[in-house]
């Protein structure tokens, strides 16, 4: 199994940028699609971006278009989330996930997750 711990939350100001890294250890990442996901309080969970097994794929919700993205190094088996343009909307706990499948936005196809990172945005 595949053991994910996400890093590089914090609280910027509205228009800032962060980089999110999820390091993986247990397994390569390269044998797993990877997501990124994210919770604000109150609200379900939704999808942020992902990325196929091959690297060669990537996908993103509408709402990050353009301002996030989603990258992996093999050589240190780490995934990140570079985040730019920052919005107060963009204010959740950041989920890493692995699926050894095709699974897009589908959470319930995603098996491994970490623990999250919190993203805070001010306005």
């Known amino acids: 199994q595949v053991q994910l711990v996400e890093t590089g939350g914090g609280m910027v100001q509205a228009g800032g940028s962060l980089r999110l890294s999820c390091a993986a250890s247990g397994r390569t990442l390269s044998s797993y699609g990877m997501g990124w996901f994210r919770q604000a309080r109150g609200n379900e969970r939704e999808f942020v971006a992902t990325m196929s097994r091959s690297g060669w794929s990537t996908y993103y919700a509408d709402s990050v278009k353009g301002r996030f993205t989603i990258s992996r190094d093999n050589a240190k088996n780490t995934l990140y989330l570079q985040m730019k343009s920052l919005k107060p909307e963009d204010s959740a706990v950041y989920y890493c996930?692995?699926?050894?499948?095709?699974?897009?936005?589908?959470?319930?196809?995603?098996?491994?997750w970490g623990q999250g990172t919190q993203v805070s945005v001010s306005s």
């Open positions: 996930a692995a699926s050894r499948s095709s699974a897009y936005d589908d959470y319930a196809k995603y098996s491994y």
